[in-house]
């Protein structure tokens, strides 16, 4: 039986988070320019409360999957909100738990800092990832809005 570990990304995971990310860029059609990888590896080690974390999966040992995750504050509580960002599992290892326990490793991440809210966008037609976070998480019916 296959194993999963999640664990908080380290300066070595370089390389793996790249590849991982880019992945997950690219399931959505997108990119970023090279400044942006570089600023956003800088900020998942920076100090600062409101700075972005992460964790990498690792399925018998080799880069399964990544999630983003950063804290900020609300309104509606004195303990603020975590906003679960760029969570992807690579094809491969879909169906093998990875997606759910890097959800609850930041679910973990924020219940130690006090936070409850954890919450999570997808895109609707993402339906192999709804599938999980249905089982996990209740769908609040707020729908998303950008000013462009």
Known sequence: MSEVTVRPLEQEDHAAWRELWTAYLTFYEATAPEEVYRSTWERLFAAGEFEPKGFIALLDGKPAGLVHYLFHRSCWSIEGNCYLQ??????????????AQLIDAVKAAAAERG?????????????????????????????????L
Request: glycine letters at 8%.
């Open 115 to 147: 936070v409850s809210n954890v919450y999570w966008m997808t895109h609707e037609t993402n339906a192999t990832a709804r599938k999980l976070y249905d089982r996990v998480a209740r769908r609040t019916g707020f729908i998303e809005y950008d000013l």
């Open 86 to 99: 760029d969570l992807f599992a690579t094809p491969a290892t879909r169906g093998k738990g990875v997606g």
